[in-house]
């Protein structure tokens, strides 16, 4: 097995640093909104926040348009404040995590102002710059994650420049060697400050095909700009570069964000040891196109359960030893995950615990998004005057511009629009939902008197999604075998709302069983023992809100001998081979799971 480091023991929780909590009043989320609410992050018992991005910005894409990648942009607060930010972590047994945007800078930042004006100068070759083609139109036919073709004109330079994504995020020329020195550089600067590790935004985008050769008809970007030739090298390079002369500062992890990957990618990034991988874990997208058309993501279609087991078990399957998967239902680029998968109106608190149930008990790093430990639901949308996000914004003109009327259009990219997961996080019951004293950037979703915290947080709190959440961390924290146990997936009839799976220490426990020197100051008391407590752990959860009975045989008898019920969102006793509607059940088998 792998060294064992301590993104295999703790959860992570995923910041959107300008809806979190804002301190001074401005209606934006900010650095000192984070500090001040660490407390509540350490008693929901994460390892690790990883913060979208703080620094200096236009924010045509919220954040992810950095025009100064070592400082902090005035919304968020200061160098001081994030300082400030990471001793207070630090202090509660909390790493923290940043997020880096490499493959693109802002169309602001000083590299593309100098490679712009200055071809001949130093940043000159820093973008990926082309000659318009002497037959006219652009120099090839790729298009970018926004609806737009990925090529803009640039009057000044008289040349196009490629940008996957807004035309004001210009992407890095990762081939030239100065290039990846900087950005090395930068992560250098973050670490001696020291944060323990990075999010990667796209970062299987950075190497495109030799030539830059058109995507033939029907063919999918994989090797053009998708898991590009150099991506690998570039990364180890990376991480050698980041690592060299680093002392006493714990193990970095690196989380590649990484959309279309194929699963041979997904293995070949993650794979190898700790000094080899190229990535620590990958940011998969399968599970979260189940519910896609033909058209895609505006494409909206009901949720296909098998699909969703389907996607799941090949990921896990791929994914083995020595990769290690990462476990997400929602981000700041998804829709609410109870609003999408689950049931928001009759069974809100029931389905919001089983979706977690099932997929935070994986082999894997389950990483929280802000808000889904309280539920939070998507906001009810009306009009197409609403929306603020770019990418939706883009696939609302460009539907229309297919020929779709606009409330149709609209129809469909509501349900998936990123607003929907950035909305402002849901405190308290007061005004503003205890965001902001000012008001909010994004109004907060008014169901937030009966959906917030405060309420959950309360003593004895019924139906708490909060508190589930806490023991379910506390219940994976505990025992080894939720943490390090080989997963299997029961098989179900095609139809099945049930959704089943076993994890069993057996076949992957670490003949060492040491535990990497992970940075000594992060022993916070709440750690994992080893060797002891559960071997096996069977998990039932039904996505569904009608009745189900479990399947007879293997996972179906899941009280067998000596297992225990360690967990489930109903208080009342159920009847043993049956789920009641979105019923979620842990159990745990062996030494200390035993009914003993
Ligand atoms: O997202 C990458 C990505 O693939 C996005 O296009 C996203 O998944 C999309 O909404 C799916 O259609 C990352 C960031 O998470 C996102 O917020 C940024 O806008 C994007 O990169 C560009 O930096
Ligand atoms: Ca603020």
């Known amino acids: 097995m792998t060294g064992q480091s301590w993104w295999h023991d703790g959860a992570i929780y995923h910041i959107y640093p300008r809806s979190f909590h804002d301190t001074n009043g401005d209606g934006l ?22 913060m979208g991005p703080v620094f200096p910005s236009p924010q045509v894409d919220n954040g992810y348009d950095i025009s100064d990648y070592c400082d902090i942009d005035p919304l968020f607060g200061t160098l001081a404040d994030m300082d400030e930010l990471l001793e207070a972590a630090h202090g509660r047994g909390i790493r923290v995590l940043l997020d880096l945007v490499f493959n693109h800078t802002s169309d602001q930042h000083p590299w593309f102002v100098s490679s712009r004006e200055d071809p001949r100068g130093p940043c000159g ?28 004109w640039c009057p000044r330079r008289g040349q196009y420049y490629l940008h996957l994504f807004a035309a004001q995020q210009p992407d890095l020329n990762w081939e030239n060697p100065a290039v990846r020195d900087a950005l090395a550089g930068v992560a250098r600067f973050w670490l ?12 299987n985008l ?122 997400y ?30 997929f935070y008990l994986q082999r894997g790093t ?19 005057g609403e929306l603020q996000d770019i990418e939706s914004i883009n696939a609302l003109e460009a539907l229309c511009a297919g020929g779709m009327d606009r409330a149709s259009a609209f129809e469909r990219v509501r349900h998936e629009a990123r607003d929907n997961g950035r909305t402002p996080f849901q405190w308290s019951p007061e005004e503003q939902a205890g965001f902001t004293r000012g008001e909010a950037w994004f109004p907060p979703n008014p169901d937030y008197p009966r959906w917030n915290a405060q309420v959950q947080g309360a003593e004895g709190a019924r139906g708490s999604v909060l508190a589930f959440f806490r023991r379910l961390l506390a219940l994976r924290r505990e025992c080894e075998v939720l943490r390090r146990g080989g997963f299997s997936l029961f098989p179900v009839d095609e139809e099945s709302p049930l959704f089943g799976f076993s994890r069993d220490l057996a076949p ?17 008391g709440q750690g994992p023992q080893s060797g002891q407590g559960p071997e096996g752990a069977v998990i039932w959860v039904n996505l569904s809100g009608s009745q189900e009975e479990l399947p007879s045989g293997a996972g179906g008898d899941l009280a067998g001998e000596g297992a225990t019920l360690a967990l ?27 009914a003993s």
């Open 568 to 594: 489930g969102n109903y208080s009342a006793p159920g009847e043993r081979g049956v789920l009641r509607p979105w019923e979620a059940r842990v159990y745990l088998r062996g030494p200390r799971g035993g």
């Open 206 to 327: 950075i190497s495109k095909r030799q030539g830059l050769p058109s995507l033939p008809p029907g063919e999918s970007p994989g090797g053009y700009f998708i898991d590009g030739p150099e991506v690998l090298p570039w990364l180890r390079e990376f991480r050698q570069a980041i690592s060299r002369g680093r002392q006493n500062g714990g193990e970095i992890l690196l989380v590649g964000e990484t959309p279309g990957i194929s699963p041979e990618a997904a293995r070949a990034y993650t794979g190898g040891g700790p000094e080899d991988r190229a990535l620590d874990m990958v940011l998969l997208f399968d599970h979260l196109a189940v519910d896609h058309g033909p058209g895609g993501r505006w494409d909206p279609r009901p949720l296909r359960i098998s699909a969703l087991r389907q996607v799941t078990a090949r990921w896990q399957e791929v994914l083995q030893e020595p990769s290690w998967p990462s476990l």
């Open 329 to 358: 239902l929602s981000n700041h680029d998804q829709p609410r995950v109870v609003s999408r998968f689950g049931d928001p109106r009759e069974f809100r608190y029931e389905s919001a615990t089983a979706l977690a149930t099932a």
């Open 508 to 524: 992957c426990r670490d003949p060492g069983g040491e535990r990497a020197q992970s940075g000594e100051r992060f022993q916070s």
């Open 125 to 152: 070759d820093w973008y990926i710059w082309r000659d318009a083609p002497p037959e006219g139109g652009l120099p090839n036919n790729w298009r970018g994650f926004f609806s737009l073709p990925a090529w803009t």
């Open 366 to 384: 389950p990483i929280i998004y802000q808000g889904d430990e309280i539920a939070m639901a998507n906001y009810p949308l009306t009009s197409p």
């Open 29 to 50: 989320g900010d650095l000192r909104g984070i500090t001040g609410k660490l407390p509540y992050l350490q008693d929901l018992g994460v390892e690790a926040i990883w």
């Open 192 to 203: 001696d400050r020291g944060v323990a590790g990075f999010r990667m935004d796209v970062i």
